[in-house]
């Protein structure tokens, strides 16, 4: 996952948000990561203060890392531990931002539409919560190795299995209106791997996920696959990569919310 998501920039992964910034605002990103996301937008807010929140203290580590190795050293942004189901215990302020984002973080938690009011009550009157998440069930891809068909049918079923919901882009514009948001702007992008490099290095990362992570470990725990079909879901990912006419895109939902 972390490989994955050291390729996101807020370029290729927050264009939605990007034109609503301006220097001097204080945002904070969401389940960040890696911080490469939380690093670009910090420079599109400098000088105003960004915190990245993560709840796996050794991805804090991280991000941390990563803006020393930019060269960042004036703690902006800031990164911390914390759940954003808690984040009293975080020290982050009600109404402490002008700007609350979350990339990929709703489709992983039970309660999204609870996030979502933490956030609008994260921000200021008036500010802004930006959300995107994918939807695995709108994914494409040319060609069609059958492994993957297994895999479209086994990723969400462990993902559901574990409280998400694999399919939340979809989503985010009817949560949102649950939360209670009523300034809502809804929106859909796409990534795309077809060139070469493009192709070795999502084929590749799925591979590997396919095997060893999080997702593989609860597929075999929960009885939803065997180590011998994920091998076999593995084997398929390369094959997809090493496709000359290979194709995949990755839809995603975006919403904009005024609080």
Not at 113 to 127: I, S
Not at 152 to 173: F, H, K, M, Q, S
Not at 212 to 231: D, K, M, Q
Not at 253 to 258: I, P, S
């Amino acid at each position: 996952m972390l490989r994955s998501h050291r390729w996101r920039t807020a370029e290729n992964s927050a264009a939605h948000l990007l034109p609503h910034l301006r220097p001097g605002m204080t945002l904070l990103d969401v389940g960040c990561g890696p911080g490469t996301i939380t690093l670009d937008l910090a420079e599109r807010v400098a000088p105003g203060t960004v915190i990245g929140i993560d709840p796996a203290p050794e991805v804090v580590g991280i991000a941390r890392g990563e803006a020393s190795a930019r060269g960042v050293t004036t703690g902006n942004p800031r990164f911390v531990t914390g759940d954003i189901t808690a984040p009293e215990e975080a020290g982050l302020p009600a109404g402490g931002f002008d700007v609350v984002h979350a990339h990929q973080v709703l489709q992983h938690l039970g309660d999204p539409v609870g996030a979502l009011r933490t956030m609008r009550r994260l921000c200021r009157p008036g500010g802004l919560v930006a959300v995107r998440d994918t939807d695995y069930a709108a994914m494409t891809w040319w060609p069609r190795p059958p492994a993957l068909d297994r895999w479209a049918e086994l990723y969400p079923r462990v993902a559901r299995a574990a409280g998400g919901e694999p399919d939340a882009g979809r989503r985010l514009w009817g949560w949102a209106r649950e939360a209670g948001f009523t300034d809502i702007t809804p929106s859909a992008s796409a990534w795309c791997f077809a060139e070469p490099a493009d192709r070795e290095w999502w084929g590749g990362l799925w591979a590997e996920r396919s095997v060893a992570s999080e997702f593989a470990r609860l597929a075999v725990a929960g009885g939803h696959a065997t180590e011998e079909e994920l091998s076999e879901i593995s084997a398929g990912w390369r094959e997809w990569a090493a496709a000359g006419d290979g194709w995949f895109a990755v839809l995603h939902g975006e919403v904009l919310c005024r609080g």
